[in-house]
């Protein structure tokens, strides 16, 4: 008979981007050399007293971040099994499902027909961007414009993601949020992004600076707001 769970809920804490080291197919990726945790730690003096006493610096050789005798948490270190690197990817991976097809990135931008679809479909008057970029560089690069035109900011990363944008007193977050559930409903099929995410920001330029009202609609969410609905691909 197996053994009946002394739990009857798990509490999973995820600290996004914060690997140990590269997988065997990094360079696939653009990912060769990666290894956050471990550059951070050799490149400064980092106190992780908790971290350290759960068992971090057991997992593998650290710089300044010598292992514990006997650590008080389970640790180790594992690699994706599904065909994606991004956060959707990874945090499905964790509940059980894997993927073989990976999400579509876009390094070089959104192809025409998707962002005149967007133009034509959201009726914003135009766009800035269409790049992999920094969300915080964006806005100090293009912020300024935006305010002046009304054209909210799309851009992407290395991730499978489509964000927009825009300053609160331009476009106000309402507003935003419809706009990214056509553009939601606009990537579907070959062009469906893990996640369609509104970006706002307040501020003036030069000291422009992303709110708390970040809101990201997931692979498979339906056109609603606050809806992060998820299904797993078949």
Known sequence: MP???????VTLIVLDSAGMGE???AAEWGDAGSDTIGHILASREVHLPNLRQLGLGNIRPLKNLPPVENPSGSF????????GKDTTTGHW????IIMERAFPTYPEGFPPEIIDRFVKETGVPGI??????????????????HVRTGKPIVYTSADSVFQIAAHEEVIPVPRLYQICETARNILRGE????????RPFVGKPGSFNRTENRHDYAYGSHARPHCEEQRPVN
């Open 3 to 9: 053994k009946k769970s002394t739990f009857g809920r």
């Open 23 to 25: 997988m065997p197919d």
């Open 76 to 83: 180790g270190r594992c690699a994706l099994r599904s065909n």
């Open 93 to 96: 991976e964790m509940a059980g």
């Open 128 to 145: 800035l961007g269409n790049v992999p970029a920094s969300g915080t560089e964006i806005i100090k690069e293009l912020g300024e414009e």
């Open 191 to 198: 062009d469906e992004v893990g996640r369609v995410i509104a």
